[in-house]
């Protein structure tokens, strides 16, 4: 294993790199603060600061949502030691049941229930005993929240009800697709809640060549050429529509046939020629 990961680090010292640019694992190294993802970035954090209670960040697939969930938790990993945070990654429980056991496993609730409402109340003690007997703030974060149906989203309002009169005892931050608006505008009780919106949009031309040379400058890029031209980051823009995970696997695309070919910059002759290639094979 580690002799296989070598021989991939010297593919890319090839040219000129110290490690992979264009990787699908949402490492917050290689965020690219553009004016979108900045902005949504802060307030969020902001806003669990200011112990808003429910936010939302909206974004069609490929928009960066995940990174920025991973970019939240490493903040607060550095300078929020109160904060505790649990993430759910595949929100996608059979009934509200399923989702309280859930719920109670997250939260390492041993003690047994009987009821949904004995739940409940096991999570709101949790809750409490978190906040005055321990002094954290719990962040629930949830991602993929368009799977999420109504009975939970039912729950997770009545969590939201849990509170003093100056503290709120958790704090909920979905990340889901824009789909997430339909079941917003048919529970109008919860959409109300939401403290912080934010709809994240893809990259324009210029952040989406900024996003590239970012990318290429934290893998250790140093050349006096740059590797991609200009010429060639506007047509990976217009390839792509400027939706970083597509730039992403593009450029990674990019990167391999470089090395390939033996060449040392992208031009928009190799993106064109990409293109076509990604075409024929729906990539």
């Not at 989702?99 to 949904?116: D, G, H, Y």
């Not at 999420?148 to 009169?165: A, G, K, P, V």
């Not at 990318?215 to 980051?233: H, M, N, S, V, W």
Request: glycine letters at 4%; a negative charge; aromatic letters at 10%.
């Amino acid at each position: 294993m580690d002799n296989h990961i070598n021989q991939r680090i010297e593919y890319y010292e090839l040219l000129g790199l110290t490690k992979e640019p264009f990787s699908m694992a949402p490492d917050p190294e290689f965020f690219c603060p553009t004016q979108t993802h900045g902005e949504c970035l802060n307030r969020l954090e902001i806003s669990l600061r200011l112990n808003r209670g429910l936010h939302a960040v909206i974004g069609d697939i490929g928009t960066g949502k995940t990174t920025l969930s991973r970019l939240l938790l490493e903040r607060f990993l550095k300078y929020g030691s109160n904060y505790e945070f649990f993430l759910v990654l595949d929100p996608t429980w059979k009934d509200s049941t399923d989702f309280l056991i859930f719920l109670k496993n997250l939260f390492r609730i041993e003690t047994p229930a009987s009821s949904q409402v004995e739940m409940m109340n096991q999570i709101e003690h949790f809750l409490l005993d978190s906040t005055f007997n321990f002094d954290k703030r719990i962040v629930l974060i949830i991602d993929e929240g368009q799977k999420m149906r109504s009975d939970q989203i039912e729950i997770i309002r009545t969590l939201l009800n849990f509170e003093t009169n100056n503290v709120k005892l958790i704090q909920v931050v979905i990340f889901a697709q824009p789909e997430f608006k339909v079941t917003l505008k048919n529970h109008e009780n919860f959409k109300d809640r939401i403290a912080f919106g934010f709809t994240i949009h893809p990259l324009d031309s210029e952040s989406s060549s900024r996003f590239i040379d970012h990318r290429l400058k934290i893998a250790g890029y140093k050349e006096d050429q740059p590797l991609f031209t200009d010429k060639a980051k506007e047509l990976v823009f217009k390839h792509t529509n400027g939706y970083p995970r597509k730039i992403v696997v593009f450029c990674h695309h990019l990167i391999i046939d470089l090395l390939i070919s033996n060449e040392k910059v992208v031009n928009s002759e190799k993106v064109l020629t990409r293109m076509q290639a990604s075409e024929q094979f729906d990539v």
